[in-house]
């Protein structure tokens, strides 16, 4: 049980484009998902937390018009990245929460941006 | 300072060794406190919680000292199969919560 899943596990874009990534619980109702981005060799950076049917609460520096977060339902969350530049390339990796402290991470995706 | 702090490593270590990952946290209110195991290029896997009258799953021992800010863990007898990065967690109290990572201590284990 408490699978995540995430699409897709990569991308390659142009710079400019924007990029959908797709974080589902597939057994489970996540009434919190959270959205992180590593950098290689660097820690998970926790971006925005994200509760079904309101706006995320998105941390420091985490430019909401950038990376637009919907939660729409209890099983799916997409994070957005717009008019990605070469330094959006990461690893960006979900999170799925019933409310009690533990969460589930999906497998990740990794984009990369010419 | 960051928030949660671990030595980066790396750890090379014979099989069979005992090696000791250490971490602290700034933020006096953290509430719960977790060891992840991360494999290169994937996500990271929750290894164990920790508590502060210690806890232990197999070859693994984990504890916390809250007056210190300091959380530790232990793995012996070191197998091959243990090389991968660790990573201290600690969750904030929000209302909800979120989780701030340490940068992880990479371990390789050599035959």
């Known amino acids: 049980g408490a699978v995540v899943s995430q699409h897709p596990s990569r991308v390659i874009c142009k710079s400019g484009t924007s990029v959908k990534i797709e974080c589902r619980s597939l057994d489970f109702q996540a009434t919190t998902m959270f959205w992180y981005r590593q950098f290689p060799k660097k820690s998970l950076m926790l971006m925005a937390t994200s509760n079904e049917g309101s706006k995320a609460t998105y941390e420091q520096g985490v430019e909401k018009d950038k990376f637009l977060i919907n939660h729409a339902s209890l099983t799916l969350s997409t994070l957005t990245v717009t008019s990605a530049h070469p330094e959006d390339s990461s690893f960006y990796i979900c999170?799925?929460?019933?409310?009690?402290?533990?969460?589930?991470f999906g497998p990740g995706t990794r984009l990369l941006v010419l | 300072r960051k928030e949660v702090e671990q030595d980066p490593g790396p750890f090379n270590v014979p099989e069979g060794a005992t090696v000791a990952f250490n971490c602290t946290y700034s933020?006096?209110?953290?509430?719960?406190f977790f060891w992840y195991r991360q494999d290169c290029r994937k996500e990271p896997k929750l290894l164990m919680s920790?508590?502060?009258s210690g806890n232990e799953d197999g070859r693994f021992t984990a504890q916390l000292n809250r007056a210190s800010q300091y959380i530790s863990l232990l793995i012996r007898d070191s197998k091959l199969s243990d090389s991968a990065t660790y990573l201290c967690?600690?969750?904030?109290?929000?209302?909800?919560?979120?989780?701030?990572f340490g940068a992880g201590t990479r371990l390789f284990v050599k035959a």
């Open positions: 967690a600690v969750n904030l109290n929000t209302g909800g919560f979120k989780t701030i």
């Open positions: 920790v508590y502060s």
């Open positions: 933020n006096s209110a953290s509430q719960s």
């Open positions: 999170s799925a929460s019933t409310g009690v402290e533990t969460q589930y």
